[in-house]
T-cell receptor, first 110, second 112 residues
């Protein structure tokens, strides 16, 4: 069966520090992968999606970047975090029948 | 889209009553629709789906209704329980790709 792993679950980082959130998928090959951000009490904002290794599409201009070094690995990064980068970050993979989400990372930039 | 920045609307329902959560979708050509449930601090989880060639689908205590004429989707939860307290998102899949579009979400609050 397919599973998706996302870590860490929570993270507190100072302004200006780098960020690396990792997401891996098991039990499927060549999945479409996504990074979403969700502010408290808000909806889901699509940040990046990837249809294959090295293929990244950015949905909104921002301080973050994404990479897909392996088929089932998707990484969200920043060189210098801003206060506005705080939020709940969700990784997901999709097939024709919908999305499966990871458990999320709550990032607090202080 | 714009809705991601807005506070989620809230629906308050008495425990034991039926809940109806509504959603308007955007693309009349979308062929697949999904409802997700997101509990506090967790990722969204699949509840039920429906294809565009159907107008109703039932699961365990949940029913999804699709009205393509007015591009409206609803989720009905029978005999609402405290564990149903969550944010509910509808999603549509436009034809030709796997990327789905999420609605703005509704927070379901259960009254004792």
């Amino acid at each position: 069966s397919q599973t998706i792993h996302q870590w860490p679950a929570t993270l507190v980082q100072p302004v200006g520090s780098p960020l690396s959130l990792e997401c891996t998928v098991e039990g499927t090959s060549n999945p479409n992968l996504y990074w979403y951000r969700q502010a408290a009490g808000r909806g889901l904002q699509l940040l990046f999606y990837s249809v294959g290794i090295g293929q990244i599409s950015s949905e909104v201009p921002q301080n973050l970047s994404a990479s897909r070094p392996q088929d089932r690995q998707f990484i969200l990064s920043s060189k210098k975090l801003l206060l506005s980068d705080s939020g709940f970050y969700l990784c997901a993979w999709s097939d024709r029948y919908g999305y499966t989400f990871g458990s999320g990372t709550r990032l607090t930039v202080v | 889209g714009e809705s991601v920045g807005l506070h989620l609307p809230t629906l308050s329902v008495q425990e034991g009553d039926n809940s109806i959560i509504n959603c308007a979708y955007s693309n009349s050509a979308s062929d697949y629709f999904i409802w997700y449930k997101q509990e506090s601090g967790k990722g969204p989880q699949f509840i039920i789906d429906i294809r565009s060639n159907m107008d109703k689908r039932q699961g365990q205590r949940v029913t999804v209704l699709l009205n393509k004429t007015v591009k409206h989707l609803s989720l009905q939860i029978a005999a609402t329980q405290p564990g149903d307290s969550a944010v509910y998102f509808c999603a549509e899949r436009p034809p030709g790709n796997d990327k789905i579009i999420f609605g703005k979400g509704t927070r379901l609050h259960i009254l004792p």
